[in-house]
Each structure stands twice: as structure tokens, then as C-alpha cells.
């Protein structure tokens, strides 16, 4: 081909183009396609068409609308921030809750385990206890070694369970009959 036809093909071209925006601008239905398809364009994408375009009135409404669509994406993203920054406010409550929650479970535990071991004064033993102790029953053992005092010592028994026989509820008249009749051997 020679620089001639390729001319005179693109001023065709541009001819049907032109022709094709005049009778796309008077139908609004082939419009609305349009506008359509360059909604779902990225803002990037329609910035990029805008300034490649040569005409200055469709480029002002072009980026009006790119100025209210920026705007209304700044004050979603202002109320996102403060939601955030709420949100983060209420996380660190709670999570200071949590953490006075774990500190009282595991004094609890701790106490639970010194009353378990006979502890009179668990409260005041259970502050003595290292924060980092893994095994908490050989320390008590230990402990329990060192301060006895501390602990009481365990009821031991030694096989059965003797019952005394059931005491009469006696009046106090019967009760010196009763002695009585015990001193007399009778």
C-alpha cells in the first residue's frame, strides 16, 4: 500500500467514526450502553480515555463526574476510619478485660491447688508463686516442705470407720437415773 490509501483510509475512518457518535448522540438508547460500558471502567481507565479524547465539553463532564465519584469515595473512606478506629478503641478494652481475666483464672487455680494441698492461708501463699512456674504441684510440695506451718497436716486413717452407737436423747432426769443405776452396777 502507498502513503496515499493509507490516508485516504483512515480520513474514511475517521468520517464513519464521526458519522457513528452523531447517530449514537441522537439515539440515547446506544448512549446509555455507552456510559454503561465505561461505568464499569476503573477510574484510571476513564482518566486515561478522557485525556485521549479531543473533545473538551464531554472531558469537563467526564471529570465533574470523576470529582463526585473521588468525593463520595473520601467520605466512605473517612466513616471506614472512624469505624476502624472505634472498633480498634473497644478491642483494647476488651482485651485488657481478658488479660484481668487470666491473671484472676490463674490465681484461682493456684489457690484451688494450695487448698487442695491443705493451705491455710492460700491468698498470701499464692503470691509467693512465680508467674512462670510449669509445674505447679512439685512447687507446692516444695513449698509445702519448707513453710509447714502454712499447712495443715492431713487426717490419716487407718482402715475402718468406727460409728459410736447412736446417744439417746435423754431428759435430765433420766440421764442421773441412768447414772445411778451405772454407779449401783445395776
Known amino acids: 500500500m502507498s502513503g496515499t490509501q493509507d490516508e485516504s483510509f483512515d480520513v474514511q475512518n475517521s468520517e464513519q467514526n464521526e458519522q457513528n457518535t452523531s447517530q449514537n448522540l441522537q439515539s440515547g438508547t446506544e448512549v446509555t450502553q455507552k456510559e454503561l460500558q465505561q461505568e464499569k471502567l476503573t477510574p484510571a481507565q476513564k482518566m486515561d480515555r478522557l485525556l485521549r479524547s479531543s473533545n473538551t465539553n464531554s472531558m ?8 463526585k465519584e473521588s468525593a463520595k469515595y473520601r467520605t466512605a473512606s473517612k466513616q471506614e476510619a472512624e469505624q476502624r ?58 513449698y509445702k516442705v519448707q513453710n509447714d ?38
Open 60 to 67: 469537563k463532564k467526564e471529570i465533574e463526574k470523576l470529582r
Open 85 to 142: 478506629a472505634v472498633l480498634e478503641e473497644k478491642t483494647k478494652e476488651i482485651q485488657k478485660e481478658l488479660d484481668a481475666l487470666k491473671i484472676s483464672h490463674r490465681s484461682l487455680k493456684i489457690m484451688r491447688a494450695l487448698d487442695k494441698a491443705g493451705c491455710i492461708k492460700s491468698e498470701l501463699v499464692a503470691k509467693d508463686i512465680p508467674q512462670d512456674c510449669e509445674d505447679l504441684e512439685q512447687f507446692i510440695e516444695e
Open 149 to 186: 506451718f502454712l499447712f495443715k497436716e492431713k487426717k490419716q486413717s487407718y482402715g475402718g470407720s468406727f460409728k459410736p452407737a447412736a446417744a439417746k436423747n435423754l431428759t435430765p432426769s433420766q440421764q442421773m437415773d441412768a447414772y445411778i443405776r451405772a454407779a449401783l452396777g445395776r
